[in-house]
């Protein structure tokens, strides 16, 4: 039989478990990006949907704001008198902003005004003309004549109401009072039925005279209180004015008002010289009419009385409305050029608002260049070798990151300027800056704190914050000092530099161990067997130790009370203790004393070098098989 060679068992039952979890992990990540980048793929299309839809519906609107509202209709539905120049001359009047422009308002007001009035008075006199004209039939006729009969019957009543009060005044008699009372109440009665037959025959004949004079009479009260309201407002001119706009924002809002401003004064110009072309062609349609009505005049025979007359009052009504008509054409056409003078004041204007918008762009330019050179001089600056290359980096992004900054503080300055509520803006940024500085303002305050009377000083043995050490620096703002290994260890350093920011001299505790005394309480224990001579060895160690430790015991004490200044200090007492307790190999004394942290171990020297000597030579210590232990 031939051998095949040993291949790998690739199945799964052969693979180990961890590897399987690991597939299986893996497919699932990759299922779940794929899912997530369908998901932002969706998000993304329908963002984009809504855009283009918004753009659609932007573009089918793009009319609304493309001129005045009432420019673009003929408004002949809703008056039967243009008042078209009225209402463009009010809106753009709201629009002015220099002194030039408000006198150009004013003026524009004044034309337009007495245009709409001159255009009331030729619709009454071609409404009056055209009723004149026109001959009654059927209902029509009707009315009229009821209308005629109410009008005697107005005309009797007040005749009656005429001759009874004046007979009443000469005989001084109350009792016709009565008399005067019915006869006004029927005149009431008979004009209020004459006014709506007037009413019933202007509907039927077409007489629009009465609705004119409605028309007037609003808009007269209308004019009426917008005097009212507009009163003398003044202004600055046009440059004074543009001193206001102080910040690039302010100087592109001017420039794009500006434009909106100019765009309708041009169309307001050029709806006044359509108005123009329009009032000429009804003028020429109405001057043919009257060379017609003066020749038909000219040819009726004089023996036709009533016919020659009609002709002439006929032409002498046609006459005046020509004239109005005339003094209309010549209103529109100074109102276009009004319109015309104000659009190049506007672009005058225009004209200064991007000389000032220039000016803001070159100061920001200006700003922009002077970091770059700052930073280039900063760079070079601390390029040179003989500075450290750590600190010269640090150093070089703090000064560009500073010069960044304020830069961009001045360009936000250039473009929206100063803010208006500065105190109280001021106020939350100073909050805001204590508490994000708040350990730096700790460390400033802690070094004056370590400067004075129970503060440190360079040499000074210190722990802070659990860490003890030398000091080798005090700054404004960080203390450094040399780490050792234990405090008690003296000149054995660890080699670290440990830098603290001084605020633990306010928020956190140190000790300092240079300054006077620098005691502390040390122990050593000692071992000795349990025999006959054991107490007397005790009190042997216990004498040892109080003569030893006597002068730095007297010593502390002395200090320790001119520290806190009281005189009652028992509670501070530096006396030595021996204390013994049974131990495995016998008796185990335990000996605290007071010592200085620097002669800690020259003290252990010294009583360990005592205690041998005594267990050393335990004849010559006399009997106390009896006495008591020492405490």
């Given amino acids: 039989m031939s051998s095949k060679p040993n291949q790998p068992d690739l199945s799964p039952a052969s693979q180990p478990a961890t590897a399987i979890k690991e597939r299986a992990s893996v497919r699932a990540q990759a299922r779940l990006r794929q899912m997530l980048s369908g998901v932002r793929m969706l998000l993304v299309l329908g963002m984009a949907a809504v855009l283009v839809v918004c753009l659609v519906f932007a573009w089918m609107t793009r009319d609304s704001m493309a001129d005045l509202s009432f420019l673009r209709a003929n408004r002949a539905g809703h008056s039967l008198v243009n008042l078209r120049p009225w209402e463009t001359a009010e809106a753009l009047a709201a629009l002015a902003v220099s002194s030039e422009e408000i006198n150009y308002a004013r003026e524009a007001e004044r034309l337009a005004d007495h245009e709409v009035d001159q255009s009331f008075a030729a619709a009454l006199r071609l409404a009056g003309l055209q009723n004149a004209s026109s001959k009654l039939a059927g209902k029509a006729l009707v009315v009229s004549q009821k209308a005629a009969q109410l009008q005697q019957m107005v005309q009797q009543d007040q005749a009656n109401l005429d001759a009874l009060t004046k007979a009443a005044k000469t005989a001084g008699k109350a009792a016709a009072s009565d008399d005067i009372d019915v006869v006004k109440a029927q005149l009431d009665l008979d004009q209020d039925e ?220 250039v473009v929206f300027g100063v803010p208006r509520q500065m105190p109280t803006i001021l106020g939350l940024a100073t909050a805001g800056l204590t508490f994000v500085m708040q350990p730096f303002i700790l460390a400033f305050v802690g070094w004056f704190v370590l400067m004075g009377k129970n503060g440190i000083r360079v040499g000074d043995w210190v722990e802070i914050n659990g860490v003890g050490g030398e000091v080798v620096e005090i700054g404004l703002l960080r203390t450094a000092m040399l780490e050792t290994g234990n405090w008690t260890d003296k000149g054995h350093p660890t080699g670290r530099r440990v830098t603290f920011i001084n605020n633990f001299a306010i928020s956190g505790q140190y000790f300092n161990f240079s300054t006077t005394g620098q005691w502390m309480w040390d122990e050593i224990k000692v071992s000795i067997p349990s025999n006959k001579d054991t107490y007397g060895i005790i009190e042997a160690i216990h004498k040892a130790v109080l003569e030893v430790t006597d002068k730095d015991a007297r010593q502390a004490e002395s200090e320790w009370k001119q520290a806190t200044r009281q005189n009652n200090m028992s509670q501070f007492s530096a006396v030595p203790a021996v204390d013994m307790r049974p131990g495995s190999s016998g008796i185990d004394i335990i000996i605290r004393y007071v010592t200085r942290a620097t002669d800690r171990y020259d003290m252990r020297n010294k009583l360990f070098e005592r205690i041998i000597a005594l267990m050393e030579k335990p004849k010559q210590i006399e009997p106390a098989a009896e006495a008591a232990p020492a405490v």
């Fill in 194 to 413: 004459l006014e709506d037959a007037q009413r019933e025959l202007a509907r039927v004949s077409g007489d629009q005279r009465g609705t004119i004079q409605q028309e007037l009479a609003a808009h007269e009260a209308q004019m009426t209180k917008y005097d009212a309201q507009v009163g003398n407002q003044q202004g600055q001119p046009a440059v004074v004015s543009s001193a206001n706009y102080a910040t690039l924002l302010q100087r592109l809002h001017a420039w794009s008002a500006q434009r909106a401003r100019h765009a309708l004064l041009q169309q307001a110009m050029h709806q006044a010289q359509a108005d123009v072309a329009s009032l000429t062609a009804e003028y020429d349609k109405l001057e043919s009419q009257a060379d017609a009505t003066e020749a038909a005049a000219a040819a009726t025979p004089l023996q036709i009385a009533g016919g020659k007359l009609a002709a002439l009052k006929l032409r002498s009504q046609q006459g005046q409305i020509l004239s109005i008509y005339d003094d209309r054409i010549e209103t529109q056409q100074q109102l276009a050029d009004v319109y015309a003078k104000w659009s190049a004041q506007v672009m005058l204007q225009h004209r200064i608002a991007e000389h000032l918008v220039m000016e803001s762009l070159s100061l920001i330019a200006f700003i922009v260049l002077a970091v770059m050179l700052i930073n280039m001089g900063v760079r070079n600056l601390l390029s040179r070798p003989t500075l450290d290359r750590r600190r010269a980096a640090t150093l070089q992004t703090i000064v560009e990151l500073g010069v960044q900054l304020a830069g961009l503080g001045m360009v936000l300055l």
